[in-house]
């Protein structure tokens, strides 16, 4: 055979055998795959592949069984699915008429076999649609839902998923009007999870949202509940968390328009953090902030405005009207603030208003296009003006000392061209207030309705500042 040929045989063989075996492996691996692929259905066992091919109605029944795994598997399996596509799911479960049948499963308590999945399942059914969070409230969902609640504030650090997803949906289904026999329970159950120490934002955010909800429906009824969670809620104001942040304002200046005798004391200690929420890029925040401060202001009888003052609120609002970087609505929010010092607030607090340094940036605000804006500016300049009428008269001046500012402010000028160029109520509150106050603009007579819907009076635009100088009572 010789050396040559032995060599070429050698090589032959091991080229066969180097074949062979990659050929082995390769149907080696394609085979070990398919195995793992039937196998692994096959090692499914066969009660769960039976429910794989049940409709969500029948899934749902199955969920009503006494049997803790026919329950579990079949609500694990329409957990699948929904976790799959929801929309669809969910429109099956519409019209299997799921929400009774998982309102029933709610009323076995947080004990019961499939409740995490039940409160899962009505949580993506009310996310749907507000049709469907009624139907939810309607079918007697809240009464069972507040119980789970309660147990889980008896029980913290039991089952967070089950706490959040709870919170959730009854903030879902709280969004309309509730009676007053139902907003009293559902404002302590919130109330219980707000005031609970280190509760993370997940559930925190939704109950702030649904008292800030409850509270603006039922204000009066539930006022005396919500005041446990008060000073909690005026901490959480600044929080990190946006929307825990806004719900907790909100709540804030519900309580104050509610009962402002007993809120006040404890917003004066937060006026700090007031002034940092004005100042926040945020448009939310800010609006939020410009309207609780208004309703600060609007309580002058009790206190409110000394409160603002002594807060440090005033320049602060006049600093970011001043700016013009908020939007058109904010700004106008700031500015009825300076309204209701002129026109409620006693003589030396509005005073202090313009001395401040409003009177410019309310001027500024008589060119805004937007209706309400320029509106509150008239007001808020005839306002200011009719506090200078009473300075006047107090110091023995020869005119209004308010009158100078406005002009230097290009208040007079602006007044002047919402007289032709004004929407017709502009243009009827700038000639009042030209001509009440004999301003240098108001000299060729104009054309303009006697009375325009929605307009005050010209005694009201006038003497904003009554005529009763003496301090009012406490």
Not at 170 to 187: D, F, N, S
Not at 384 to 403: A, D, F, M, S, W
Request: net charge negative; proline share 5%.
């Amino acid at each position: 055979m010789g050396l040559w040929g032995f060599s070429s045989a050698f090589l032959l063989q091991g080229a066969w055998f180097r074949w062979g075996f990659e050929s082995f492996l390769i149907r080696s691996i394609f085979g070990s795959l398919f195995l793992i692929c039937v196998g692994g259905r096959l090692a499914i066992p066969p009660y769960q592949r039976t429910f794989m091919s049940l409709s969500v109605a029948r899934l749902l029944g199955c969920m009503q069984s006494w049997n803790l795994v026919t329950s579990r598997t079949a609500a694990c399996e329409l957990h699948i699915r929904l976790d799959k596509d929801p929309a669809a799911v969910v429109g099956e479960m519409l019209a299997a008429n799921a929400i009774p049948i998982l309102v029933g499963l709610l009323t076995h308590g947080p004990t019961g076999m499939v409740t995490d999945r039940v409160i899962t399942f009505l949580l993506y059914i009310a996310h749907s649609s507000e049709a469907a969070c009624r139907a939810i409230r309607h079918a007697g969902a809240i009464e069972p839902l507040l119980d789970i609640l309660r147990w889980l504030c008896d029980n913290p650090n039991s089952r967070a998923q089950l706490l959040e997803n709870g919170t959730s949906l009854l903030m879902l289904i709280v969004r309309t009007p509730q009676p007053l026999q139902q907003a009293l329970p559902i404002a302590h159950v919130l109330v219980a999870l707000i005031n609970t120490a280190d509760q993370p934002v997940s559930v925190l955010c939704p109950a702030l949202l649904a008292l800030s909800i409850l509270t603006q429906f039922s204000r009066e009824a539930i006022v005396q509940v919500v005041s446990g969670v008060y000073r909690r809620t005026l901490s959480l104001m600044t929080h990190e968390n946006r929307m825990v942040g806004v719900s907790a304002i909100r709540i804030a200046r519900c309580l104050i328009q509610g009962s402002i005798h007993v809120s006040l004391a404890m917003v004066s200690e937060h006026m700090a953090d007031m002034c940092l929420l004005l100042l926040s890029d945020d448009p939310l925040v800010a609006i939020e902030a410009s309207t609780t401060v208004n309703a600060i202001v609007a309580e002058g009888a009790y206190g409110g405005i000394q409160a603002v003052i002594e807060g440090g609120v005033v320049p602060v609002l006049v600093q970011r009207l001043a700016a013009g970087d908020a939007d058109d609505e904010t700004r106008a929010e700031m500015a009825f603030a300076f309204h209701e010092i002129a026109a409620n607030g006693r003589q030396a607090q509005a005073e202090y208003g313009v001395e401040c340094g409003c009177v410019g940036p309310l001027c500024s605000m008589l060119a805004s296009y937007h209706l309400q804006a320029a509106r509150i500016a008239l007001m808020s300049v005839g306002a200011v003006l009719g506090v200078g009428v009473n300075k006047q008269i107090i110091e023995g001046l020869p005119e209004n000392p308010y009158c100078a500012l406005v002009e230097q402010a290009g208040g007079v000028a602006a007044l002047q061209q919402l007289l032709t160029h004004g929407m017709p109520e502009l243009a009827l509150l700038s000639r009042m207030i030209l001509d009440i106050h004999s301003l240098a603009a108001a000299a060729a007579p104009h054309n303009f309705p006697e009375h325009v819907a929605g307009l005050p009076d010209t005694d009201e635009v006038a003497t904003n500042v009554s005529d009763d100088l003496s301090e009012p009572e406490e």
